[in-house]
Every structure is written in structure tokens, then in C-alpha cells.
């Protein structure tokens, strides 16, 4: 299994009883906080990335994050801790560890959660539109056209504007539009560039994805001000470098599932695949 990155929220006098059980495993890359604020800006830091989100009962017993954490980021894997409870079931969280270091309960779950996403993926794949989406990028000329063909076939999946923003360089400091989709007045009115300040700039920094409302931080200029409802940014790579970002929004605030980032996330691995023959040509 590759490498996981694991956030861990638990109170204080747990700290260090969850680090030194967790960090046994070699795939596991842990870091441990202790309160809620500390765990969800953590999540948001653009400095690294987070593929699991362990969190203890207590810390959520006064306000409930893993709804707001769903919504804003639809591929993160929550488990719920809760060593009270005889017997528990997920609910909001995609897993409930009641005794995690017996059997090895919490990584087990942990393991069997990201093989799971890893094996939702690849069925995924093979989906009549990823293998049509596929298609269309074999017969699309260039950079610029292997672009516009992933920003209109996004669109044809009843997104409402779509872009598709490349790195200026190495670092996520700048990205240019290079190809969008969408009503010429929303098209006019786009930005041309991305900040590190802005949706787009996270994702590229993280290499996560994200979904934004319009009361969002950070979020896509044209969400933010309303004239978009909701939009999903997933990350565009070729190997192991970043490229840019793709980006899909919808009139309707909330409309944007965590099945549909899955089918972006799938557009963006069969462009970068494209991409990456372009270069070799």
C-alpha cells in the first residue's frame, strides 16, 4: 500500500498513545492534534495533504464536524473513534474504531478504507463515459485541444462552467486559464489567472481535492461573489509533477456529490495520462 497521510484528533491524554501505536506501521505517515480547531485547520493547511482523518467522540460531542468536512472535502476518509460504546455504527464517518489498538482494529480499518478507494477508482474507470471522455482525447490535437476536450466533456456531465488552469512553473504560485466551457457571460468574466490565495491554488499546493459553497475559504472568485453556486476543483498531474487543476461549477449551491468529484478525479487521470504522450511525441 502507498504511503497514508493520517490526522489524528484526540484529547490530550490519548496523544500519545494513538502516536506510538500508529507510527508502527511504515505507510502510515501520522501527525496528532488535540482539539478540534487544531485538526480542521490542519486539513486546510496547503502544506501537505491528509487521506484519513481519525477523530475521537469527544471532540465531537459539541459541535460535529464531519458533516462540514464531507461537504468540503468529499475524498477524505473519516473514522470515528469512540472507545466508550460497546458497539457503534458509522453514521457520518466512513468507519467507527470502539477499541482501535485490539487486533489491530484501527489500521485494519484504515487499510481496508483506502484499498477500497483505490479498488472505487479503478471500477470506476471503466464507466461508459470515462472510456468515451478517452476517446475524445485521442482525437484532440495538441495541449490546448486535449484541454478543451476534458473542459467540454466535464460540461456535458450538467456542469454549468468549466475550466482547466495550468502551473506557470514548478511551485503553485500561478496557474493560467487555459481552456473553459461554459455561457459566454460567465466565460468574459473568469479569472485568467489563479492565486495561491484561491481554490485553485490549494488544490494545486495540496494535490487534493476540494469543493467549495459560496461562504467558502478558499474558494473559486465566482462562487465566492455568487454568481456561481457550487464548484469542485481536482488536481491535474502527469507522474509524480503537478500540472494544474481542473475545475467544474454549478448554478445550484450543494450540488456537487462525492460521486461526482470521484468522476472529475477519473476526467483528470485519463487527461494527464493524455498529456503525458503529447510530451513524449
Not at 473519516?78 to 457503534?88: N, Q, S, Y
Not at 477499541?99 to 485494519?108: I, Q, S, V
Not at 487521470?269 to 510530451?279: D, K, M, Y
Amino acid at each position: 500500500m502507498a504511503h497514508v497521510d493520517l490526522l489524528v484528533a484526540v484529547p490530550q491524554q490519548d496523544a500519545a498513545r494513538f502516536f506510538n501505536n500508529l507510527r508502527a506501521y511504515d505507510e502510515f505517515n501520522v501527525r496528532v492534534v488535540t482539539t478540534l480547531e487544531d485538526a480542521i485547520q490542519d486539513i486546510a493547511n496547503r502544506d501537505h495533504p491528509t487521506d484519513v482523518f481519525v477523530v475521537s467522540q469527544p471532540l465531537t460531542e459539541t459541535n460535529n464536524p464531519i458533516n462540514e468536512l464531507r461537504m468540503a472535502y468529499p475524498r477524505l476518509i473519516i473514522v470515528l473513534i469512540d472507545e466508550e460504546a460497546d458497539f457503534a455504527i458509522p453514521g457520518q464517518a466512513d468507519e467507527i474504531s470502539t477499541e482501535p489498538f485490539t487486533n489491530d482494529d484501527l489500521a485494519k480499518r484504515i487499510q481496508r478504507l483506502m484499498s477500497d478507494r483505490q479498488l472505487e477508482t479503478i471500477r470506476a474507470d471503466s464507466l461508459p463515459a470515462v472510456r468515451l471522455f478517452a476517446k475524445k482525447l485521442r482525437d484532440a490535437s495538441g495541449e490546448v485541444g486535449k484541454l478543451q476536450a476534458a473542459a467540454s466533456a466535464c460540461r456535458e456531465m450538467n456542469y454549468d462552467y468549466v475550466a482547466c488552469y495550468k502551473l506557470d512553473g514548478a511551485e503553485a504560485t500561478s496557474l493560467t486559464l487555459k481552456a473553459q466551457d461554459g455561457p459566454r457571460p460567465i466565460k468574459s468574466v473568469a479569472p485568467k489567472a489563479a492565486t495561491p490565495d484561491d481554490l485553485m491554488g490549494w488544490v494545486a499546493k495540496t494535490g487534493q481535492s476540494r469543493v467549495a459553497a459560496p461562504e467558502d475559504n478558499p474558494n473559486h472568485p465566482l462562487v465566492a461573489k455568487g454568481r456561481l453556486g457550487a464548484v469542485a476543483c481536482v488536481p491535474v498531474t502527469i507522474g509524480n509533477d503537478r500540472y494544474g487543476v481542473l475545475v467544474a461549477c454549478r448554478d445550484v449551491p450543494g450540488s456537487i456529490t462525492q460521486e461526482n468529484v470521484l468522476m472529475l478525479e477519473l476526467i483528470s487521470a485519463q487527461l494527464s495520462a493524455s498529456l503525458s504522450r503529447e510530451e513524449l511525441l
